[in-house]
């Protein structure tokens, strides 16, 4: 009925005779008798009048019974886009460890901890599968005695909004942190290619596992954003819309290999391969090895330098009030939950190179510091201010914002230091420690006790 | 305003309910503000271009009328303004390109002004509705007197970016006719709007990674995979192009609008001038009309009517696109429809049985082998530029070998399976071609003339339920709307 609607329509006459124009363009003929020429639809069968308001009410009426009923469990972190997030929070899922420390920021904290790791572990890291920051853990061990296990859930381009998308989303699943070491540079809040608050890969994700209703004004800016959200809260279609995109493509590729199976080849098509080959498919998707990091020598480090200053000067072209406002707004909230969770927050401000601040320009950067002060100070929250360039120097950062794998460890080795040096963050990571320990030595008591 | 994101979704049903609850006479002047809303809603500016347009073909084509006169004259110089302003917006880099490539070969080192050009929307479409207008004038049709009437003619959203090209002389008494709110409108147009959106995101936008893919590195691919990918953009373009089509006119029924359809199943087309008569009808039509006659059409003996036709399509081509692969399928099309003339002319004179040239093994082989010089003219239309149309069409041409060594193995769309589209093209381009076949056979049983109503709520619901999952918003923007 539907498949062709078009060859249906052309079957019906659609005649506009000449005699018919000009009656209906002369003012001195009555429209209607013009109207009674131009046969716009022909008459219909009775009995099929509405089928369009039906269909919509059957929609609608079956989408609210659905939502009522929620007859198919679906599992989150079964997802179609397995981002950054994906794996982090998979990873969690898998291990179940206790994690005392959460370590959130941008590129620029999982550079600093990849690359440290990797040649204090002495081994190549699988960034997808590897979610912790061993030197600093043995570090705060070291300072504070106890036992740390921290757990990186930095991400690239995490902004203040994914962050506290993110930290909310280990408290929902039962892997609430002690402290949480944040990681922030200008970048997170003055970037003119940054989407939308809503559109990154770890909202989308995560949004799946916390409610946002509390944040959904912030987050969905223009009328058109929030009537999706509203679309995608009220129908179950569209609220289970990725997951029924899961399902069709698992079963597709259920099919599709039985009908079709894979012919023998002598190379496989690798993920890399469709890299290569559809660039602009599932962007941002990384899949085990795709992103390694080695160890890597002090004069290798320190040789390598990348020019990345075409693309912050992209990123810092045209910084968007609202935007900063609205990461702002979500650095609040990260505070606030903190706050109401007892989870100890500890935010830093990232090493830069002078270079990457000029870029930027000397007022807006100290615009930033300033309003993080504002901010440390008007939420009580312990703020370090790490961008010191007299600290570093060019040789510790790979490209102008990311430090490179002695930059990281001189980085780590500073933050427990000024940890250590302020009473309010070493006494939260005394008890942190202590406190893992105990559990630790309790779960790992062999003897039952009423034996 | 793209017709798959949820602006539309929000708009159309605002303009709608407005529209219906509009005494007649305040009905026009609604859906003129509605349409330079949808216009302008892309690039503010672009809103004083649709105007200025509309004024300038308001102004001047009365004259045309009015002269004894120079009348030709003063067709002449409107269609030049309305040539002008698209030779501006749309022509003016090609030209500088192929001019400092000319001059490069005289040893001339030209350094081209850099234009800040920004290709207005649906300027190719709506500058052939005016250049129609005025020749219609000129022939003698009345002109309209009404400047909001004849505002709404180009302007009016449904057909504004990408068609179909409308004749003012179909869509202008209808605005003058005070309907009444018929649930058929809403019936037949919720159908068109949601059978377009379900071929442009569950069809076409799948189709187009396989093509994408195969276009960009045809290396990559063997012959047999590269005739494929080319069946894949040959449903691509027609799907996403008809689906279009289908949101525009399903939008202008809402309204109680008629606008003219574009396809007539392309595909069974049994010769080239056949698929003419089928594909983007609208289009062909204005051609034939407005350049292929005005030439002279086929009055004038066999090797001019030649010359009509090669330089009707040749420009036909470029009218989709400033660049030679565009300019190069028109050259072809033309090209073909000239063989097919003379394939014609020579059977008649050979005198083959006229049962054969009728019997229906004749037919479909015919159908099968216009489907193929299509889509080798596809080929040009797809690619990026000719060094890649090259490419493909000698990996088209190596498939006669490959087929006398055939093995799966071969086939590199088999050895693709994420996305899974790449192996499901073996299953899905068959089905989409029988598809055709049945909605051919459906269409003589006169099936889509009284569909039970059950049928047709539960294939809309079907569709929402579709269409909501792999959410229209998120897929991208018709292939037409950058003509």
């Not at chain 2, 396989?210 to 047999?224: D, I, R, T, W, Y």
Request: proline residues 6%.
């Amino acid at each position: 009925m539907t498949a062709a609607p078009q060859e249906r329509t052309e079957r019906r006459a659609y005649v506009s005779p000449d005699l018919v124009i000009k009656a209906a363009m002369d003012p001195t003929i009555p429209k209607r008798r013009a109207t009674d020429k131009i046969p716009l639809l022909e008459p219909r069968r009775s009995g099929m009048r509405a089928a369009a308001t039906w269909a919509i009410l059957i929609f609608c009426l079956g989408n609210f019974a659905l939502s009522f009923y929620n007859p198919i469990e679906f599992d989150p972190y079964k997802y179609l886009y397995k981002g950054w997030t994906w794996w982090g929070f998979d990873e969690m899922k898998k291990t179940n460890f206790v994690h005392n420390v959460a370590l959130l920021g941008s590129s620029l904290m999982v550079s600093a901890v990849a690359g440290v790791d990797a040649n204090y572990l002495n081994k190549t890291l699988d960034l997808s599968q590897y979610h912790r920051a061993k030197y600093l853990d043995d570090n705060l061990i070291t300072r504070f005695g106890g036992d740390f296990r921290s757990l990186n859930l930095s991400i690239p381009g995490q902004m203040p909004s994914d962050a506290y998308m993110t930290l909310k989303a280990m408290v929902a699943t039962a892997n609430r942190p002690d402290i949480v070491v944040y990681g922030i540079a200008p970048r997170d809040f003055i970037d003119s290619t940054m989407s939308s608050a809503a559109d990154t890969e770890a909202f989308r994700f995560l949004r799946r596992i916390v409610n946002i209703d509390d944040v959904a004004s912030h987050v969905f800016r223009t009328p058109i954003a929030r009537l999706e959200w509203f679309i995608n809260r009220t129908f179950y279609i569209s609220q289970h819309a990725a997951d029924f995109q899961l399902l069709f493509k698992e079963t597709t590729e259920k099919v599709v290999g039985e009908i079709v199976p894979c012919p023998p080849a002598t190379t496989r098509f690798t993920w890399w391969d469709r890299i290569k080959l559809l660039p602009s498919y599932l962007p941002g998707e990384i899949r085990p090895q795709a992103v390694m990091t080695g160890p890597i020598s002090e004069a290798a480090a320190r040789k390598r330098w990348i020019n990345n200053a075409p693309e912050y000067l992209e990123r810092y072209k045209h910084p968007d009030k609202h935007v900063y406002q609205t990461q702002f707004y979500f650095l609040q909230e990260i505070a606030k939950f903190c706050k109401k969770e007892r989870i100890e927050l500890v935010l830093v401000n990232m090493p830069l190179t002078s270079y990457n601040i000029h870029l930027l320009g000397p007022p807006r950067y100290m615009s930033f510091v300033g309003d993080l002060h504002v901010f440390a100070l008007k939420n009580n929250v312990a703020f370090y201010d790490m961008c010191t360039p007299s600290n570093y120097s060019q040789q510790d950062f790979h490209d102008s914002v990311h430090l490179n794998a002695y930059g990281g460890r001189k980085f780590f080795d500073q933050l427990v230091n000024i940890i250590s040096l302020s009473g309010r963050t070493r006494q939260a990571f005394t008890l942190s420690g202590k406190d893992l320990e105990r559990h630790q030595a309790v779960a790992n008591t062999k003897t039952p006790l009423y034996q | 305003m793209l017709f798959n994101s949820l602006q539309y979704l929000v708009f159309l049903p605002t303009v709608f309910l407005l529209f219906w609850l509009t005494p007649h006479r305040f009905r026009v002047p609604l859906l003129l503000v509605a349409s330079y809303v949808f216009y302008m809603s892309w690039r503010p500016i672009y809103g004083i271009l649709i105007f200025g347009l509309t004024l300038a073909n308001f102004l001047l084509v009365p004259f045309i009328e009015k002269a004894t006169v120079n009348k030709k004259l003063i067709l002449g110089i409107t269609v030049a303004v309305n040539l002008v302003v698209l030779g501006i917006f749309k022509y003016a880099y090609f030209t500088m390109d192929a001019v400092k490539t000319g001059l490069g070969f005289a040893g001339i080192d030209w350094k081209e002004p850099h234009l800040h050009i920004i290709l207005p929307l649906g300027i190719s479409f709506f500058v052939f509705e005016f250049i129609h207008y005025a020749v219609e004038v000129y022939r003698g049709k009345p002109v309209v007197k009404n400047f909001l009437d004849f505002a709404l003619f180009p302007s009016f959203f449904p057909t504004q970016i990408a068609g179909p090209i409308k004749r003012y002389q179909d869509f202008v008494p209808q605005l003058h006719i005070p309907v009444k709110f018929k649930w058929e409108y809403v019936d037949e147009g919720m159908q068109l709007i949601l059978m377009g959106l379900a071929k442009k995101v569950l069809i076409a936008d799948n189709l187009a990674l396989v093509v994408q893919a195969g276009f960009a590195h045809p290396e990559q691919f063997s012959s047999l995979d590269m005739w494929m990918i080319t069946y894949a953009f040959a449903f691509q373009i027609f799907f996403d192009f008809a689906g279009y089509t289908d949101i525009a006119r399903g939008s202008s029924l809402l309204f109680g609008y008629k606008v003219p359809i574009n396809f007539n199943l392309p595909y069974i087309a049994s010769n080239v001038a056949d698929f003419w008569r089928r594909w983007h009808i609208s289009l062909s039509t204005w051609l034939r009309d407005y350049l292929f006659i005005p030439l002279g059409g086929s009055r004038g003996g066999k090797w001019l009517t030649y010359r009509n036709l090669f330089i009707t399509m040749a420009l036909g081509g470029l009218w989709h696109g400033a660049a030679f692969h565009y300019l190069a399928w028109g050259a072809y099309q033309g090209l073909v429809l000239i063989l097919h003339r003379e394939y014609e002319a020579a059977m008649q004179k050979i005198g083959v049985h006229e049962k054969l040239l009728k019997s229906k093994v004749y037919h479909w082989a015919s159908v099968v082998f216009t489907f193929h010089v299509v889509c080798i003219g596809w080929v040009f239309f797809r690619a990026d530029d000719m060094k890649i149309a090259g490419q493909v069409l000698s990996k088209l041409f190596e498939a006669p070998t490959a087929l006398l060594h055939f093995s799966a193995a071969q086939l590199a769309v088999l050895q693709i399976r994420d996305p899974i589209i790449f192996p499901a093209l073996v299953l899905i381009l068959p089905v989409l071609m029988a598809s055709t076949f049945i909605i051919n056979w459906l269409n003589d049983k006169k099936f889509y003339q009284s569909p039970p109503w059950a049928v047709q709520v539960t294939v809309m619901v079907a569709l929402m339920c579709l269409l909501t999952i792999f959410t229209p918003d998120s897929s991208p923007r018709f292939i037409y709307f950058q003509f």
